[in-house]
């Protein structure tokens, strides 16, 4: 079994992706058809979606948020935020993914780059912050609006959209002496580079999934296997 050692000054980066979730039930981000959860992309998750028909974007992400307050952190979340009780402030993760499940797990040191599925914000960018909504919508008339009349639309990165926290996601892969990559397949960008910056600063780099991802070469160790069966014992700290 490889073990990943994690030294005194080690700094740890972790980038989760939706392979980890999937192992609690979530879908991942489209199935082989195309679709995602029965719907084109183009129609639920980008801006000209929202334009043009704001009661099915909420309605697909109230279906997300019922199945995301649906499942239950695995052993790989729960690894994860174990990892962090030991680290401390030597310990950051940033996470593709808009579930709760790591917060759930005991993750506090964390970004959301694609946004939050329990959050919304206002559609009109007036600066306010996002505020905290978990509800499943069945109309368009029971979304809130913000104070400044705007729609409130879900608090997610559309596709097209700039990912969040990028400064901050920055300087702690700058920060990096080991960078864990879990369950995501290396093709989205800006993610997909971060193993580049890393290994530009000296890190090692590690990834763990069922299958290698599309950038693999760029990782000094690719350990194959499910996050929930891998993570738990995989760092000697």
Known sequence: MTRISVGSEDRVFVLTGAGISAESGLPTFRASDGLWE???????CTPEAWQRNPALVW???SARRAAGAAAQPNPAHIGLATLESRLGDRFFLCTQNVDDLHERAGSVRLVH???ELAKARCSWECGKAPVEDCKVYTSLD????????GRLRPHIVFFGEIPLEMGRIKKEIRNATLMVVVGTSGSVYPAANFV??????GARTVYVGPEPPLNASAFTHVVEGKAGEVLPGLFVV
């Open 196 to 201: 580049h910056w890393a290994r530009e600063g």
């Open 113 to 115: 780059m694609h946004g």
């Open 59 to 61: 309605e697909f992400y």
């Open 142 to 149: 029971e979304v809130s609006r913000c104070s400044c009349g």
């Open 38 to 44: 029965g719907h084109r992309i183009e129609d639920v």
